[in-house]
């Protein structure tokens, strides 16, 4: 395998990363994502700031200064870390983009997520062909993606250890 392609796979598992666990309710009808309506940027703002997105395996953080993303994924051999930005596009689409380290090499992913409200439930997307899941029931259940997004930077500390383990075997 050459770098090139071990990176863009580190990139596509590190984007997938986010939408590896999904709520395990039914997958809404295409009738209801017409219906829905895109979150408004002050929502996904309000949800995405200053919090971590626990992933089964790593976790970003949205931070508010700069709009600064950092994430880390992986354990061991397989651990990479991310650092980039976060921003919000017209239609209730978040963002972020970020270099991605690995013991291989460093890569740049774009990830975007879509996020529409019926009533008072939210559906997710990874884009440009995943596919839509409640994202946040009314009320929020346990299995809920939203329920991993955490206030506070959940990322930090490990982040900065996967960095130094990676700057080691260099």
């Not at 895109?38 to 309000?46: A, G, H, M, V, W």
């Not at 993303?69 to 354990?75: D, E, P, R, V, Y």
């Not at 596009?89 to 963002?95: H, I, K, Q, W, Y």
């Not at 009533?119 to 995943?130: A, L, S, T, Y």
């Amino acid at each position: 395998m050459t770098i090139a392609h071990g990176l863009i796979m580190v990139a596509a598992l590190v984007g997938a990363a986010g939408a590896a666990t999904v709520a395990a309710s039914a997958a809404p009808s295409a009738a209801t994502i017409k219906q829905a309506e895109p979150l408004s940027n002050e929502d996904l703002y309000r949800l995405y700031s200053q919090r971590s997105w626990i992933w089964k395996d790593g976790a970003g953080y949205f931070a508010v200064p700069q709009r600064r993303f950092s994430a880390w994924t992986g354990k061991g051999r397989n651990a990479s870390y991310g650092v980039g930005s976060w921003f919000i596009t017209d239609a209730g689409r978040l963002c972020f983009k970020a270099d991605w380290y690995a013991k291989i090499g460093a890569a740049p992913a774009l990830t975007c997520f879509s996020h529409r409200r019926k009533g008072n439930v939210i559906f997710q997307k990874r884009e440009p062909k995943g596919d839509w899941y409640v994202f946040a029931n009314a009320p929020v259940r346990k299995g809920d993606e939203i329920t991993k997004l955490r206030r506070g930077d959940y990322v930090v500390a490990k982040l900065g250890k996967v960095e130094d383990r990676l700057a080691l075997k260099r």
